[in-house]
C-alpha cells in the first residue's frame, strides 16, 4: 500500500467515526426526549396523593349526568369543563350541550350536573349551593342578586373580564354603582 492509499482510509475512518458518533447521538437525543414525554405523561396520570401534588392536580370534581363515566376527576387548578368532561369520556347523545359553557373554569369541590336535553342544569358548589360565584356566573344569574339589575350585573362581568376575575369579594365595591350598602345586602349571597 502506498501512503496515498493510507491516507484515504485513514480519512474514510475519520468520517465514519464521525459519522457514527453523529448518528449514535442523534438517537441518543430521540429516545432521551421519548423517555421524558412518556415519564410526563405517565406522571400527570397517577392518582396517588403525593404525587397529584407534584403535578399540581390541586382541585377535584364531581361529573354527574349525561356523561359516559360520571365520577369525580383530578384536575390542574386552571382545568375547565370541557377537559373534566373529556375525563369522564366524554358527552352522551342525550346531553344538552347548549344549556353548558364548556369553557368556564371550574373550582375544587364542585359538584357538575351535565343535564340532559330537556333538564334543568345543576351546578353547585360543596357547601355553597345557593351562593352565585362573581367569576363566573352569567348575566343573569347576577341578576338575580338583591340589589342587581343589568347595569350592575353588566358591570360585574366588565370588571372580572378587566382585571382578570376577582380575588377577594371587598373588590366587588371597585364596581360601579356598588356601594357599602349594596355589598352588605350581596355578601351572604356571593363567592368567588
Known amino acids: 500500500m502506498d501512503k496515498l492509499d493510507r491516507n484515504k482510509i485513514l480519512y474514510i475512518l475519520i468520517v465514519l467515526v464521525f459519522l457514527g458518533v453523529f448518528w449514535g447521538w442523534y438517537h441518543f437525543k430521540e429516545n432521551y426526549d421519548a423517555t421524558i414525554r412518556v415519564t410526563d405523561s405517565a406522571t400527570v396520570n397517577k392518582t396517588d396523593g403525593e404525587d397529584n401534588q407534584a403535578v399540581q392536580n390541586d382541585m377535584m370534581v364531581h361529573i354527574t349526568g349525561a356523561v359516559n363515566q360520571p365520577g369525580v ?3 390542574n387548578q386552571d382545568a375547565r369543563l370541557i377537559e373534566a368532561i373529556e375525563m369522564v369520556g366524554g358527552l352522551t347523545a342525550a346531553a344538552d350541550v347548549e344549556s353548558l359553557n364548556l369553557a368556564r373554569k371550574l373550582q375544587d369541590e364542585e359538584k357538575i350536573h351535565i343535564p340532559a336535553i330537556g333538564e334543568v342544569s345543576k351546578t353547585t358548589t360543596a357547601g ?9 356566573a352569567s348575566l343573569e344569574e ?3 342578586l338583591p340589589g342587581v339589575g343589568d347595569v350592575i350585573a353588566q358591570g360585574i362581568i366588565d370588571y372580572r373580564e378587566k382585571n382578570g376575575g376577582f380575588r377577594q369579594l371587598d373588590e366587588l365595591k371597585n364596581v360601579t354603582r356598588i356601594g357599602d350598602k349594596i355589598f352588605d345586602a350581596l355578601s351572604e349571597s356571593i363567592t368567588i
Open 73 to 75: 376527576v383530578s384536575l
Open 128 to 136: 355553597e349551593s345557593t351562593k352565585v360565584n362573581l367569576n363566573t
Open 142 to 144: 347576577l341578576k338575580k
